[in-house]
């Protein structure tokens, strides 16, 4: 158990709807990422904060949005979803601003039908 | 951008033999290279890193070799056995973490 949870596990919905996933990041951890699993695909960044604030920001497309809250835990808003939106959508968070160890959840599984 | 190509994708060995997976980065300014291990459905998980400073790196049966003037590393596992069959990742940072496509690796009994 990495620490970090992110719910839900599975959701399923119809193209042109909105979701939104969360993350609660490891006790003490200030960083969050969100990174992108598609089927044989490697981990795509998206987006990185730290203590509140976006630091990092990777191939998120405009109809994705995020936001870390005071108490530290994260939320990815997808939009307009499309079929290709289909993938694992993964969580992490980290104790550095910069490099070092990232603690993975167990992703949100998102199928767009 | 930054990018990381990894080679082989899939990597098929007998237990007890080595195997080695390789990996390229673009950006020069990279200066942290983690390696993760995924197992089916889990998150990945760190298994070793190495910094810009060094040049290699162990962990009883894993390495890690860095060459920062070729911009490739690489990992090496030794005496594989069957738990270590998993999907491993390469990374490259320097602002952004940005990972390989992944290597499924197949250890038969």
């Known amino acids: 158990d990495s620490g970090v949870t992110q719910t839900p596990k599975h959701l399923i919905t119809a193209t042109g709807q909105r979701v939104t996933l969360r993350c609660s990041p490891r006790?003490?951890?200030?960083?969050v990422y969100w990174y992108q699993q598609s089927l044989d695909q490697g981990l795509q960044f998206l987006i990185q904060?730290?203590?509140?604030?976006?630091?990092a920001k990777g191939n998120i497309l405009e109809r994705f949005s995020a936001q870390q809250f005071p108490d530290l835990h994260s939320e990815l808003n997808l939009s307009s979803l499309e079929l290709g939106d289909s993938a694992l959508y993964f969580c992490?968070?980290?104790?550095?601003?910069?490099?070092?160890?990232?603690?993975f959840g167990e992703g949100s599984r998102l199928t767009v039908l | 951008g930054e990018n990381v190509e990894q080679h082989p994708s899939t990597l098929s060995v007998q237990e007890g033999d080595s195997a080695v997976i390789k990996c390229t980065y673009s950006?020069?300014?990279?200066?942290?290279f983690p390696w993760y291990k995924q197992e089916l459905g889990k998150g990945p998980q760190l298994i070793i890193d190495?910094?810009?400073?060094?040049g290699e790196k162990k962990d009883q049966r894993i390495a890690v070799t860095l060459n920062k003037t070729a911009k490739h590393f690489s990992l090496h596992i030794t005496e594989t056995q069957p738990e270590d069959s998993a999907v491993y990742f390469c990374?490259?940072?320097?602002?952004?973490?940005?990972f390989g496509t992944g290597t499924r690796l197949q250890v038969f009994p």
């Open positions: 992490a968070s980290s104790v550095h601003r910069g490099t070092g160890e990232l603690f």
């Open positions: 006790s003490g951890d200030l960083s």
């Open positions: 904060y730290y203590n509140g604030e976006e630091r």
């Open positions: 950006d020069s300014a990279s200066n942290y």
């Open positions: 190495i910094r810009s400073n060094v």
């Open positions: 990374a490259a940072s320097s602002d952004k973490l940005i």
